[in-house]
């Protein structure tokens, strides 16, 4: 893979920012607008489109919520964010059992809010690496877990990446 190709490709992908509480509607949501919403945060990063199906099986397994009368709420639709950027690295319940841990000492919406500031200076963090320590003495145990699984995360983005693009350049050959 040639280095320009990379390098403006890590560009855009530390340009990417992902919303906030308060961007994401506040009306609630039938399960294709979640899907829609869903994927519209996340196809920038490279993440596989969201189905009907996962967000069955999320609600079954319980890992999300189960919605009222088919309706999702920016609850909703902020787990299912979450599941869906972690569900390629890490098992569901895993998953879970980091959000429940994550909104046993703030709201959802202020658990939400941290992990998204946590992943957005990741992702600027990618063009212009901090001398920041990732870990301080005084992080609490989910913190330090938001910043391992965030960093896991969007190195197995790159990865994936590289390797898909090595492929297209060797079968091309």
């Avoid at 829609?36 to 996340?42: A, F, M, P």
């Avoid at 609600?59 to 709420?73: D, S």
């Amino acid at each position: 893979m040639a280095e320009t190709d990379f390098n403006a490709w890590l560009t855009q992908l530390a340009a990417v920012r992902l919303p906030k509480w308060q961007a994401l509607p506040e009306f609630d949501l039938y399960m294709d607008q979640v899907i829609t919403e869903t994927d519209r945060y996340l196809r920038p990063l490279g993440i596989d489109p969201l189905t009907k199906s996962m967000v069955n099986s999320y609600v079954k397994r319980k890992i999300i919520h189960r919605p009222e009368k088919k309706h999702y709420t920016r609850t909703h639709l902020a787990e299912i964010i979450i599941v869906s950027l972690f569900k390629a690295a890490f098992p569901l319940e895993t998953i879970h059992t980091g959000i429940q841990q994550a909104v046993a000492t703030s709201t959802p919406e202020q658990a939400y809010d941290q992990f998204i500031d946590r992943i957005n200076t990741e992702l600027v963090n990618l063009e212009q690496p901090t001398t920041t320590p990732l870990f301080k003495p005084t992080d609490a145990s989910h913190i330090l877990t938001q910043k391992a699984a965030i960093r896991t995360i969007l190195y197995q983005i790159i990865s994936q990446h590289t390797l898909l693009t090595v492929a297209k350049s060797v079968s091309a050959s």
